[in-house]
């Protein structure tokens, strides 16, 4: 993944651990919020921009469907692969005709260094990026737009939210973040301990879905989507680009049950594009997989029947 440093693009030719071999996330730099004087609630005035494959950039589009966004905040996507310009567009990108998304960052912060990422909530207005923090943006999209959109399905409850907080802490530490420890390792040890974490954390995932059918309370929360856009891609990518090959979600019968529930749901499987998602880590990842071949499988039906009506209230 490249970044940018005064201005201009570096690659940085696969390396994204520090000297112990452990795989370290930098922080997102553009964490302003919706609704203040600043950023004011309208419609058609932001535009988010997102990949069909990063797992952080679902978030934002199952949120976008969750809430009836879609008339409200258009959407521009890039291409699978993130190459030597980093997220490139297919086509250039409807505001300004930019080819690269780190054109976007140059615009919204000229003397802006660090990495490129998506998705990013841009503001039409004052050509700015608002948030590129897809935890702070699935927060505004749950309940900024409510007043216009009349849709007050609420996946952040105040009954809830000290659940919430606690388990998309550890989903985000272990697993979420977890298969990328495990796939950019470049120690044994450090793939090692990671791989223990994931699995571990997995394990107990598990287990709380053998009582319950969501991971708090009783309905879908922004905790279930923020596990499912990385269990979505889990069988097909992680298991093997990712070294995660302890087992395979389906092999879990109350995470495959739920992967399958929430896919089902609105929002969920009808923004995931496995074509996309594949292309991105295969072709993407050149360290880990300098040939760039992209595996034919496994197939993977998300459609076949679930039995979680259970654990219905």
Avoid at 80 to 95: D, R, V, Y
Avoid at 155 to 171: E, G, K, M, S, W
Avoid at 184 to 208: I, K, W
């Amino acid at each position: 993944m490249g970044m940018l440093i005064d201005g201009v693009w570096q690659e940085s030719d696969g390396k994204w651990a520090g000297k112990d071999g452990e795989f370290r996330r930098d922080a997102s730099q553009f964490r302003c919020h919706i609704g203040s004087d600043i950023f004011p609630i309208e419609a058609d005035r932001y535009h988010l921009y997102v990949s069909l494959a990063c797992p952080w950039a679902h978030r934002a589009l199952i949120f976008r469907q969750l809430k009836d966004l879609q008339t409200m905040i258009p959407v521009t996507t890039v291409q699978a692969e993130m190459l030597e310009h980093g997220w490139q567009f297919a086509e250039p990108e409807p505001l300004y005709g930019f080819h690269f998304a780190h054109q976007l960052y140059s615009k919204a912060q000229a003397d802006y260094s660090g990495r490129v990422t998506v998705p990013i909530l841009w503001d039409k207005k004052q050509h700015r990026i608002v948030c590129n923090e897809s935890a702070d943006m699935i927060r505004m999209l749950n309940s900024d737009f409510n007043a216009l959109t009349h849709n007050h399905d609420d996946y952040y409850p105040p009954a809830l939210r000290r659940d919430i907080d606690t388990i998309n802490a550890f989903v985000y530490e272990h697993i979420n973040n977890g298969v990328y420890r495990c796939g950019f390792a470049t120690t044994q040890a450090a793939y090692d301990a990671a791989y223990e974490r994931l699995f571990s954390a997995l394990d107990m995932m598990e287990e709380r879905l053998s009582s319950q059918r969501y991971l708090v309370g009783q309905q879908i929360t922004e905790a279930d989507v923020r596990l499912f856009t990385t269990l979505v891609r889990f069988d097909a990518v992680y298991v093997g680009h990712f070294k995660c090959n302890r087992n395979r979600i389906i092999d879990m019968p109350n995470l495959w049950g739920y992967l399958r529930d929430l896919f089902q749901q609105k929002g969920f499987g009808d923004t995931v594009n496995m074509e996309q998602i594949k292309r991105h880590y295969y072709i993407s990842h050149r360290a880990i997989n300098p040939t760039q071949i992209i595996p034919q499988g496994p197939i993977i039906d998300f459609h076949t029947p679930h039995d979680r009506a259970r654990f219905n209230p």
